[in-house]
């Protein structure tokens, strides 16, 4: 048996490939008279206040941020022939669609799309100043009469760098999601219920002259008219859409009865199958969908409770009912076929495998080419699957021996229950599953709240279970027989209750019981300055509030660090820097002084061609050549320029001083300017010498009166 080497491991080129990381964590302990200066103001109360109020802001912001949305899609209205054009490709049934008319449907979608995108183009600059002092003046004008916001307002006034992280979300959320996530909850889902329910009228128009009558009285010509939709692309037009389509009450307090009350009340009496009108979707961000595009997380357990409780307590009255009266009228997406096949056969392929031997021996297809794939699938994906179809599928004698060419030779199980047994079987199943985990939730009510969690977590996991089986089925346009009463429940389930207020929910519940345990409750301090240890440059005392310290400790032969930040309330702001100098070679505090800077290339040009102090000192030719690039690489180059640009940056360089500020501390050493080959390399020296560091004595007393 021969020794391993250890220094020259086999593992020895797999180490050291990527950057480890780690969450170091310290205590800054109070020295000197700190503590008594930190307990004498009241600026830990400040900064608690202002993070106890962090959340009615951001309220605030958000409010803002949805009137602008509203306020921009007031702006959108669709062309006619184009929402003629759309509603045209949509009355065909999906199976019945070519090639031609998908690509149509698709370009068109893209088209409307845009109108939307380029509406909220304007929200885009405004969302760019999200919690700037900007927008604190913008929003403390929209709350002028509202005394309870103004207070907030003001507790931000010059700390909006407070809200940072929060603007930063938002803004990325407008730039990157926002635009098409509203695009698509207009075109591709209200627009399309729209339009279905125009069909649905239609079909009622032409069906039943009885029902017609009645709800011609109720002015259904409001939602019968495709140019309509132009007036339902607001929160507020959906609002009054979706109130017209239910049952509403008036001011007075009216109950009025609304189209689909009408549509039941119709059914009952006559015994007819009219299929009800949807509801729109809520506009995203609004009010009445969501407070915030940032779910407000849970804070303690007993927001915990309450919150679940509020939740169960609604869905428990629900009509939950799960029944397939017809098979034929049932639809299950293409998209969950791998799911169901798990869940029936043991196998995630069996389905789609026996769908694509089905397609292949209708096309009599021998050459399976990756072009002939993708086509067969979205054939497939354009087909109705209804509860029949599938179920005589998985009984089919003609495919049980067969063993499919390319698929690894998977043979089909088969199953002698019949699908719809199994799915009601299914679904019986999970609503035995979460009654119990409710059961067990509501035993434990009395007990800690501690020992609820487990019961909390296990009852919003089987409601989503739930969740998840019920959109396994798929909705359909109105040219689709369905069957009314299960599409009925399927969505007073999902609308009303496992929507995405559930899925919110079910994310701050997740969020809170995942939370590591030693998460402790903590705010910003800021000192009363927005800027707090923003930087450590030298005389940026003042500035930043802060500095760094170091004092040699005996005991452990090391320096120990410390973080001097500024009492405001001591005052001193007049030549501080001075007054903490000291010739004491005895004291035994040192602060650093940094100085350094980056960014030659663009810093320089900026501070020494382009600012007003120092382009009228030079000629006109100077800046004429420097405007057309003659001291950089290119067609335009010109090296005598190049060493005479470098030249005049040396010497602004050794002549600079602002604010104490002096760049002959960094006793730069450059070069002759003829041997620098081109400005990029002398821009890379300059900020090679950019960097000095000194620590250096300073008095205790002052440093001890002030900090």
């Given at each position: 048996m021969s020794n391993i080497n250890v220094t020259s491991?086999?593992?020895?080129?797999?180490?050291?490939?990527?950057?480890?990381?780690?969450?170091?964590?310290?205590?800054?302990?109070?020295?000197?008279?700190?503590?008594?200066?930190?307990?004498?103001?009241?600026?830990?109360?400040?900064?608690?206040?202002?993070?106890?109020?962090?959340?009615?802001?951001?309220?605030?912001?958000?409010?803002?941020?949805e009137n602008?949305?509203?306020?921009?899609?007031?702006?959108?209205q669709f062309d006619a022939?184009?929402?003629?054009?759309?509603?045209?490709?949509?009355?065909?049934?999906?199976?019945?669609?070519?090639?031609?008319?998908?690509?149509?449907?698709?370009?068109?979608?893209?088209?409307?799309?845009?109108?939307?995108i380029k509406s909220l183009k304007r929200i885009n600059d405004d969302g760019k100043e999200l919690s700037n002092e900007k927008v604190i003046k913008k929003i403390r004008v929209a709350n002028k009469d509202n005394a309870n916001n103004l207070k907030i307002i003001a507790k931000f006034d010059k700390f909006s760098t407070y809200l940072t992280n929060f603007s930063k979300i938002e803004n990325m959320f407008l730039k990157v999601i926002l635009k098409e996530v509203l695009a698509f909850r207009i075109v591709d889902e209200n627009l399309k219920i729209f339009v279905n329910n125009v069909m649905l009228l239609k079909k009622i128009e032409s069906q039943s002259n009885a029902l017609w009558k009645i709800l011609?009285?109720?002015?259904?010509?409001?939602?019968?008219?495709l140019n309509n939709f132009n007036d339902c692309i607001t929160q507020n037009q959906i609002t009054s859409y979706n109130e017209f389509i239910g049952d509403y009450k008036k001011e007075d307090g009216t109950q009025i009865q609304g189209i689909n009350g009408t549509i039941n009340e119709f059914n009952q009496k006559n015994q007819t199958k009219f299929q009800k009108l949807n509801t729109l979707h809520?506009?995203?961000?609004?009010?009445?969908?969501?407070?915030?595009?940032?779910?407000?997380?849970?804070?303690?357990?007993?927001?915990?409770?309450?919150?679940?409780?509020?939740?169960?307590?609604?869905?428990?009255?629900?009509?939950?009912?799960?029944?397939?009266?017809?098979?034929?009228?049932?639809?299950?997406?293409?998209?969950e076929l791998e799911n169901l096949s798990k869940d029936l056969l043991g196998n995630w392929q069996t389905i789609n495998y026996k769908l694509f031997n089905q397609y292949d021996l209708e096309k009599k297809a021998k050459n399976h080419t990756d072009t002939y794939k993708k086509k067969r699938e979205k054939v497939l994906d354009n087909r109705l699957h209804s509860v029949t179809i599938l179920d005589e599928l998985l009984h089919d004698e003609e495919y049980k021996e067969q063993k499919y060419k390319g698929y690894n030779d998977i043979e089909f199980r088969f199953t002698p229950l019949n699908l719809n047994d199994y799915l009601i079987k299914r679904y019986t199943f999970l609503q035995e599953q979460y009654n119990f985990s409710l059961t067990h939730y509501n035993q434990n009510s009395a007990t800690n709240v501690k020992d609820k969690k487990f019961?909390?977590?296990?009852?919003?996991?089987?409601?989503?279970?739930?969740?998840?089986?019920?959109?396994?089925?798929?909705?359909?346009?109105?040219?689709?027989?369905?069957?009314?009463?299960?599409?009925?429940?399927?969505?007073?389930?999902?609308?009303?209750?496992?929507?995405?207020?559930?899925?919110?929910?079910?994310?701050?519940?997740?969020?809170?019981?995942?939370?590591?345990?030693?998460?402790t409750e903590k705010f910003k301090l800021t000192f009363d300055n927005p800027n707090l240890a923003g930087g450590w440059a030298a005389t940026q005392e003042i500035?930043?509030?802060?500095?760094?310290?170091?004092?040699?400790?005996?005991?452990?032969?090391?320096?120990?660090?410390?973080?001097?930040?500024?009492?405001?309330?001591?005052?001193?702001?007049?030549?501080?820097?001075?007054k903490l100098s000291t010739t004491n070679l005895n004291n035994s505090y040192q602060r650093m002084d940094l100085y350094c800077w980056s960014n030659a290339s663009r810093y320089l040009p900026h501070v020494f061609v382009l600012t007003k102090k120092y382009k009228g000192t030079?000629?006109?030719?100077?800046?004429?050549?420097?405007?057309?690039?003659?001291?950089?690489?290119?067609?335009?180059?010109?090296?005598?320029?190049?060493?005479?640009?470098?030249?005049?940056?040396?010497?602004?360089?050794?002549?600079?001083?602002?604010?104490?500020?002096?760049?002959?501390?960094?006793?730069?050493?450059?070069?002759?300017?003829?041997?620098?080959?081109?400005?990029?390399?002398?821009?890379?020296?300059?900020?090679?010498?950019?960097?000095?560091?000194?620590?250096?004595?300073?008095?205790?007393?002052?440093?001890?009166?002030?900090?």
């Open positions: 491991s086999i593992f020895a080129d797999m180490e050291n490939l990527f950057p480890l990381t780690r969450t170091l964590r310290f205590e800054l302990k109070p020295v000197g008279k700190t503590l008594e200066n930190f307990l004498n103001t009241d600026t830990f109360n400040r900064d608690k206040d202002k993070a106890s109020s962090r959340k009615e802001m951001q309220n605030i912001l958000d409010e803002e941020f602008q949305i509203e306020e921009s899609l007031k702006n959108v022939e184009k929402l003629e054009e759309y509603f045209a490709l949509q009355s065909k049934k999906k199976q019945n669609r070519n090639d031609k008319d998908e690509k149509d449907l698709e370009k068109l979608e893209k088209s409307l799309k845009k109108e939307i011609q009285q109720l002015n259904v010509n409001q939602i019968f008219l809520k506009m995203i961000l609004s009010t009445v969908s969501t407070s915030s595009f940032v779910d407000i997380a849970i804070e303690s357990d007993e927001e915990l409770v309450e919150a679940v409780d509020a939740f169960l307590k609604e869905f428990s009255t629900t009509n939950t009912a799960f029944e397939i009266a017809e098979n034929d009228k049932v639809f299950i997406k293409y998209s019961s909390i977590k296990r009852t919003l996991d089987s409601l989503k279970n739930i969740e998840r089986f019920l959109n396994m089925f798929q909705v359909v346009n109105a040219n689709t027989e369905t069957d009314i009463n299960f599409y009925d429940n399927l969505k007073n389930i999902l609308e009303k209750h496992l929507n995405r207020d559930f899925d919110k929910l079910y994310n701050r519940v997740r969020n809170y019981l995942t939370k590591k345990d030693f998460s500035t930043k509030s802060s500095f760094i310290l170091k004092r040699y400790n005996e005991k452990r032969n090391s320096d120990d660090i410390f973080l001097a930040i500024w009492n405001k309330k001591a005052g001193g702001k007049t030549k501080l820097r001075e030079l000629s006109k030719e100077f800046i004429e050549k420097y405007d057309k690039g003659y001291h950089r690489l290119g067609d335009n180059f010109d090296k005598a320029f190049m060493m005479e640009y470098i030249g005049y940056l040396i010497k602004c360089l050794d002549e600079y001083e602002n604010d104490e500020y002096s760049y002959k501390v960094f006793n730069y050493q450059f070069k002759q300017p003829e041997l620098y080959n081109n400005i990029a390399e002398f821009y890379r020296d300059v900020e090679r010498q950019s960097y000095k560091m000194n620590f250096n004595n300073i008095c205790s007393d002052t440093l001890h009166k002030y900090f």
